[in-house]
Every structure is written in structure tokens, then in C-alpha cells.
């Protein structure tokens, strides 16, 4: 083996072992419990890092949804029942919260900054080992994922995918960059016949940020709701010329009673800003979903039948 190939070897086993002293002590195997008849079951296992010292954990929604906690179990033996303080299904995270204990908490970064073929290092407890490492590259960025809750969908946009080998118990465990930095939460894994080896996390972003602090603070995330499903088209030119715009959303279906049909909007009308924002893709407009919109009427441009027109909605808050 040539010399400069032993000194990238070396330079990767350098990156990866730092990583791995860095994040291990900040993440977390959970062992989640469900009430079952009346008694507490072990009804399955997963990771979450640590975001505070004082005990808040973030997780995937999809590990600890419908528990009544658990145990969470650290890389120095420690072991901390945990409680689940919110999930947001829509996003696929939750925040738990251990009683007592002084958490190493990860430093978060920013997944908006990766670029495909970039070092990612995983670190979670697949099949219940915890603090397992395991290292690749971002194979791909822009993906998405849909995520439901009892009453709507949503894209989980910008989801990251990785060959960094991932298996069962890996969801809520982090996904860092060479410096450490927890760039995403491992959430699903891609099995045979859908592409061997890999694996998707949600992205550490200023999206995913406000939903863990929301979290954090009330225990849920607050989103405003028009009733509205579509799709992302190109303007038709005339309407392109008027609104400056080259995209918008296609209305392909609208909830009966909702804002949007309270609205007049129709199926075919195509969405193309909302309180003055482009609505180029799905993702920008549920991005403007928040909860300061609700109850309260907000400007609409669309498009119908090639001519730009305006209306006002007034979103009601998406229930849980």
C-alpha cells in the first residue's frame, strides 16, 4: 500500500475516532415502555441525543410515540428513566426528558451546509448496542420523506440520506459531521428491494431547531392549516409574466369546510405566494404553516383559469 494511501486511512481514522469521543457520551440508548392491560411493557428500543444538560433528549416521534417512557442508557453505564415531555409525528421528532443526571449535551449544526459525498459519522445503539459508530458519506441531499399524523400529511423535506450503516435501534441517534456537529436524527432505514445500505436522517436545520424548541417549551408544535394538497408546476406564461414568478402550487384536492374552500380556492388553481412569500415547492409552503399565521387572514396570489388573483385565508390550527 502506498504511503499517501496509508495517511489517508490514517486521516479518516482520525476524523471518525474524534467523532466517536465527542458524541458518545452525548448519546443515548432508550429502552421505551408501554402500558399494556394495566402493566409497563418493553415495547421497543431505540436512541436520542442529549440537547441539555438538565436532561432534554431529542428522539425520532416514531420511537417513543404512545409510550409511557422508559429507561435511557449511557455510554458510562448510567442508567435514567425517561419521560416523554412531546412528539411531533409530522416531523418524526420528540423530546424526552431523564430525571436527574448531568448531561454532556452534542453541539447541534447545520444541515443546510452539507454537500453530497461529505464524511457523516452515525452514532446510536443498533440492536441495542449502545454508543455503536459507524461512518460514510451524504450519498444524496433534497430527499423527502411523508410523515402522517391521524389527520394530515406532511413532507419531511430536505432529508438526508447516508450509506453509514444504520439498523434497528439507530432511530433518534445522531448523525454528525467531521467536527462533531449532530447535522441530523437517524430516522428510517431503506431495507432490501428499496436500495441495500441506505439510510435517512432528518435534518438538523432552523426548521427542525424551532420544532425541538416548541417542543421543549409546550410539549407540542402549533401549525397553522389550510386544506389544501398539491404539487409543485411551472406558470402558465402569462401568469409567469404578471406575478414575476416561474412556479407555484398546483391545488389538487381541498378539504370540504376548510379555510381554503372558505376561501373560494378550487382544485386546479395554482398557489403562487402566500403573505408574500413564493410558494415555489411543497416544502416553502408548509414552511409558512407556522402558528403566527393562525386566526388571523393572510394574502394569497393564485393563479386560475391563466389570470393572477388574490384572495385572503384565514388558517385554523392544525389539530393534533
Partial sequence: MASTDVAALDAYSQVVTTVAKTLTASVASLEVRRQVRGHLRRAGAGSAVALTPDGFLATSAHVVQDSAGGTAGFANGVELSFEVVGTDVLSDLAVVRVSGGD?????????????????????????GYAG???????SALGRSLTAHNRRASRLI?????????????????????????????NTALIGPGLGQGLGMAVPINATTRQILAALMRHGR???????????????????AQASA??????????????????????????????DGVATERVGALQALMTDQRIGRPVPVEYVRGGHLSRTDIVPVELPD
Fill in 103 to 127: 448531561l454532556t449535551p452534542a453541539t447541534l449544526g447545520d444541515a443546510d451546509q452539507l454537500q453530497v459525498g461529505q464524511l457523516v459519522v452515525a452514532v446510536g445503539s443498533p440492536l
Fill in 132 to 138: 455503536s459508530v459507524s461512518a460514510g458519506v451524504v
Fill in 157 to 185: 423535506e430536505n432529508v438526508i440520506q447516508t450509506d453509514a450503516a444504520l439498523h434497528p435501534g439507530n432511530s433518534g441517534g445522531a448523525l454528525a459531521d467531521s467536527s462533531a456537529r449532530v447535522v441530523g436524527v
Fill in 221 to 239: 408544535v402549533r401549525r397553522a392549516y389550510l386544506g389544501i394538497a398539491g404539487g409543485s408546476r411551472p406558470l402558465p406564461p402569462r401568469a
Fill in 245 to 274: 414568478r416561474e412556479r407555484g402550487i398546483e391545488i389538487l384536492s381541498i378539504v370540504e369546510g376548510s379555510p381554503a374552500a372558505a376561501a373560494g380556492l378550487r382544485p386546479e388553481d395554482i398557489v403562487v405566494t402566500i
